[in-house]
């Protein structure tokens, strides 16, 4: 079995930072894509940022230059920091590990954290 747990987020300011984390335990012996995504009430999941296994990246166009996603290769661990908060970027931010190769289980397999809320507010 393997858990992701997201933590980090909260209450921000227009314009304030935030820096969101996503821990993967269990029986891991490789994840593939890590990825953020989030959603608003009302609103479909969107994809917020990727990082490959080989530390390649990719942005939504609403967050490039502002948000950045890295990643610890031997804490199975991802991260986002997120800079120059708008309103707009208040939604539940989601963790997904991708190809995710787990002892015991055939094949590659897909897993969610549960969520992280941020509300950026005044």
């Known amino acids: 079995q393997v858990h992701l747990v997201e933590s980090g987020g909260g209450l921000v300011q227009p314009g304030g930072s935030l820096r969101l984390s996503c821990a993967a335990s269990g029986t891991i012996l490789s994840i593939g894509t890590m990825a953020w995504y989030r959603q608003a009430p009302g609103n479909e999941r969107e994809l917020v940022a990727t990082?490959?296994?080989?530390?390649?990246?990719n942005y939504a166009d609403s967050v490039k230059g502002r948000f950045t996603i890295s990643r610890d290769y031997a804490k199975n661990t991802v991260y986002l920091q997120m800079n120059s908060l708008k309103p707009e970027d208040t939604a539940v931010y989601l963790c997904?590990?991708?190809?995710?190769?787990?002892?015991?289980?055939?094949?590659?397999?897909?897993?969610w954290g549960q969520g992280t809320q941020v509300t950026v507010s005044s």
């Open positions: 990082i490959t296994s080989g530390g390649s990246t």
């Open positions: 997904n590990a991708d190809g995710t190769v787990v002892v015991g289980v055939w094949g590659k397999s897909r897993y």
